[in-house]
């Protein structure tokens, strides 16, 4: 009994050493979780050289606002923006110090329409705080306050026993639909229990079902929900109501904001009635190469840099579809965006740059004429993130604000996406795939310790790419993966791995990277002058500089998102004045959608997907637009892979690599038997 516990014990042990070399680690998957929507760049040798320089306050304040910072709460058909973030002159403010009471946050309620203006609802109290949208309970009081979960004009139809997903745990049923009496009984409930009910006539009477409760953070009367039913009808089946208005706030986790609460740094609560005021009570420090938490998920992000340069930025973390957007243009007045008050373009903190320029000029009416609007992006060099095993620096090119790497340094006609620059630490065992995104993939094939380097092997979508034996004990102890008949270039750097060292684990010999860039050669991009982009389809390319105009004019419709190009909109507001200005749009979900804004105009099919950032669990949302597919312009030709060393998907042998693990495991096997003789 014993021998053959011994032997089941080795047979085991053998196949989990087997084993564990070939199961992958999930957290050696290079993931991002949340979206960072920034503010202006702020750029001087001091922060007194920078207020100095601040001519809008004559020197006393930083100050931004929703028409600056694009994570701020705004609503562009009424012109409503409620926060500010200042960095005050007061005394102790020097250097890379902000003197207490210097760093101060405001917010004001203010009054803003429902999205369906048909309905006859009017306005409603809203507030932004920390860069989310809230609903004071109260029209006059910030100190209680409710997320706005809901504000949507879609239409739904509901069958009877029907539920809409509200979201948040919210949900309405249409309990019974009489079409003779026009009439619907409709619940609401939170998390599957009842909260209230309602009989809406659609015969007479405003339609409108306002759901209000009482003891919402001790406020009686409070206005949770508001439904819109704009008909009963028969359907083939089922009788049916028509909903086409819905307004709904978190009202089950309303917040009470107390005069005693602290935000991170902002810790020095007010509240006046309808105003909260918050500052710092301590001395706050601009670190050099840090973020520095303001409170509630926004921080400062300051350069590494010896000039003092930075940005607020907003850290979004809840799943949904975010636009980024530039500064707020009224009137006709011309304007320039760069990457200093356009927060979807392309910016290095570190070293200042940015390549990206959109501008308008000429405007006249609601009308942007021939060559009005110009669009133009230039080669740049910025450091790798490992700059501490990359020597040097890399070309980058800001693309309708994604990030890209052009395949020669000196020519923008020839571009890939940058998937990967990081300096962060990977351990891989034997065996052991790290994936690096888009369907490339890092596989540690032998490690050997006592020789100190580690065979790497590179895939992509599953097929072998090239491998490389990296050494830790002498040399640069970098792999630079470099392509041929990469878009017709030959030699082009794609991958770049830096094996930090190899060392023995309890189990297995691992390999540890610290360095890793990668780029998404299978599927870079030429582009040509007979190229289009939306509305910008005059295309013109002098070495690393793209220019891009309009060769017809552009009408900047009331109440529309007008394409730009590949991605990039005008939001114009539902306004007689005109109120317009640019965004991207970056989505935080479990999966890539394809979107247009409603009230799109185009006279281009353009592939408009959004950046898809992590994969995690999606909120549903009933707001979500209807996903289109459409063709880009661009020609792309993905790259041969393998074809710089005219390899195939045939694995070389490395003598000295597979035999190990097999020996160690039969040797073991041998003794623990023969031991247990």
Same mark, same amino acid.
């Given at each position: 009994m014993k021998r053959f516990a011994a032997s089941a014990l080795a047979i085991l042990m053998l196949l989990t050493v087997f084993t564990s070399a070939g199961m992958a680690d999930d957290n050696n998957t290079p993931s991002v979780s949340t979206v960072?929507?920034?503010?202006?760049?702020?750029?001087?040798?001091?922060?007194?050289d920078i207020l100095t320089n601040i001519v809008s306050d004559n020197g006393t304040a930083i100050t931004m606002d929703a028409n600056k910072f694009a994570a701020f709460y705004y609503d562009i058909n009424d012109n409503v923006t409620t926060e500010s973030l200042s960095i005050k002159n007061v005394a102790g403010t020097s250097g890379r110090t902000i003197g207490e009471h210097g760093l101060v946050y405001t917010t004001t309620i203010g009054n803003t329409e429902y999205k369906n203006k048909d309905v006859g609802w009017g306005n409603y109290s809203v507030i932004g705080f920390f860069a989310d949208k809230y609903i004071p309970l109260k029209s006059n009081d910030a100190s209680k306050l409710a997320k706005l979960v809901l504000d949507t004009d #879609?239409?739904?139809t509901l069958r009877t026993g029907e539920k809409l997903d509200l979201g948040d745990g919210y949900t309405l049923e249409a309990k019974q639909v009489d079409v003779d009496g026009k009439k619907v009984w409709l619940e609401f409930d939170k998390d599957g229990q009842f909260v209230d009910d309602e009989i809406i006539s659609t015969d007479s009477g405003d339609h409108t079902w306002t759901c209000k409760l009482d003891n919402v953070q001790d406020e009686d009367d409070v206005p949770v929900l508001k439904v819109h039913?704009?008909?009963?009808f028969q359907g083939a089946v089922d009788s049916i109501a028509q909903i086409d208005s819905l307004w709904l706030i978190d009202y089950s986790n309303a917040i009470k904001i107390d005069t005693s609460d602290e935000f991170g740094k902002l810790d020095d609560v007010s509240i006046n009635g309808p105003t909260i005021t918050i500052s710092n009570k301590d #001395?706050?420090?601009l670190t050099k190469d840090s973020d520095q938490e303001i409170g509630q998920g926004l921080y400062f992000r300051v350069a590494d840099s010896d000039a003092l340069r930075?940005?607020?930025?907003?850290q979004q973390t809840t799943p949904e579809t975010y636009d980024i957007r530039g500064t707020v243009v009224s009137g006709t007045q011309s304007n320039t965006w760069t990457a200093d008050n356009f927060a979807g373009f392309f910016y290095d903190l570190n070293k200042n740059v940015g390549t990206e320029t959109l501008n308008v000029s000429g405007v006249s009416g609601r009308t942007i004429p021939e060559s009005g609007l110009k669009y133009s992006t230039t080669i740049k060099s910025v450091d790798y993130k490992a700059s501490d095993v990359f020597n040097g620096t890399y070309p980058v090119l800001g693309f309708f604000a994604q990030k890209y790497v052009p395949l020669k340094s000196n020519d923008a006609s020839k571009l890939a996406k940058l998937v990967l620059d990081t300096d962060t630490k990977y351990t891989l065992r034997t065996g052991e795939k790290l994936d690096l995104g888009e369907g490339y993939t890092l596989e540690a094939k032998q490690v050997d310790v006592d020789g100190k380097k580690v065979w790497l092997e590179f895939d992509k979508d599953g097929q072998f790419v090239d491998d490389d034996i990296i050494s830790t004990d002498s040399g640069d102890h970098i792999w630079t993966c470099k392509l041929d008949n990469v878009q017709d270039e030959d030699d082009v750097p794609v991958l770049k791995v830096h094996v930090n060292q190899v060392f023995q684990g309890a189990v297995d010999s691992i390999a540890q990277i610290d360095g890793l860039w990668l780029i998404d050669y299978s599927n870079a991009i030429k582009i040509d002058t007979s190229n289009e982009f939306g509305k910008l389809d005059d295309v013109s390319i002098n070495g690393p500089t793209i220019s891009i105009s309009n060769k017809n004019t552009f009408s900047l419709t009331r109440d529309s998102d007008q394409e730009i190009g590949q991605g990039m909109y005008f939001k114009v507001a539902d306004s007689d004045a005109l109120r317009y200005y640019p965004y991207i749009q970056q989505t935080l979900g479990n999966e890539t959608v394809t979107t247009t804004p409603s009230n799109t105009t185009s006279t281009n099919n353009t592939s408009i997907t959004p950046i898809t950032v992590v994969n995690s669990t999606e909120t549903p949302d009933v707001n979500a637009n209807t996903p289109i597919n459409t063709d880009t312009q661009v020609t792309t030709t993905p790259a041969t892979p393998?074809?710089?060393?005219?390899t195939t998907s045939t694995k070389s042998n490395t003598p000295g690599f597979e035999i190990v693990p097999a020996i160690s495991g039969l040797l073991l096997i041998v003794y623990i038997v023969r031991k247990n003789r």
């Open positions: 960072e929507i920034r503010g202006p760049v702020y750029n001087g040798s001091s922060l007194t #879609t239409k739904y039913v704009n008909q009963v #001395t706050f420090s930075f940005y607020a930025f907003k393998g074809a710089a060393n005219n």
